[in-house]
């Protein structure tokens, strides 16, 4: 079990932290531009990395989960009372889909994953088209 957080917390750390989404895009450029004179086997590692990197959506599940059964083990053990924890971790997950999810949230330094998807494809197209210089993907 302490692995499984140990790793989680690497994944989660090893994300940068982002404020904006004009700076999580202005990273996706300045990624594929770094990676674009970088070999293919570099390439292909950094998109390795990218399908193991903890993404908002991930994050916001694993949070409304602990919460919730969390919530139920105390109002199971103690009072009733406690069900209220699942109750707003529901109530959370239901604004943050109405919100249009981690579109709107950058939270804990996480991309969504579209944002992964998005340098991932790009670095994929340097890999294929040996493309030396990325304007905006």
């Known amino acids: 079990m302490s692995n499984i957080i140990k790793s989680l917390k690497h994944k989660i750390s090893d994300a940068s ?10 990273q996706i450029e300045d990624n594929i531009n770094y990676y674009s004179v970088e070999s293919e086997a570099a390439i292909k590692d950094h998109i390795n990395d990218l399908d193991a990197e903890w993404d908002v959506e991930s994050a916001v599940e694993l949070n409304v989960a602990i ?4 919530g139920l083990i105390l ?7 406690w069900l209220v924890v699942p109750a707003l971790a ?3 997950l239901a604004r943050y889909a109405l919100r249009g999810g981690s579109e709107r ?10 944002e992964i ?3 991932k494809y ?14 905006q993907f």
């Open 67 to 70: 919460a919730s059964f969390s």
């Open 90 to 92: 529901a109530g959370f």
């Open 122 to 135: 790009g670095l994929q197209e340097v890999v294929k088209k040996g493309v030396k210089r990325v304007e």
């Open 75 to 81: 109002a199971a053990a103690f009072n009733k009372k």
């Open 105 to 114: 949230m950058h939270f804990g330094g996480l991309r969504s994953r579209r």
């Open 117 to 119: 998807a998005r340098e």
């Open 17 to 26: 932290s982002f404020k904006t989404k004009e700076e999580v895009n202005k």
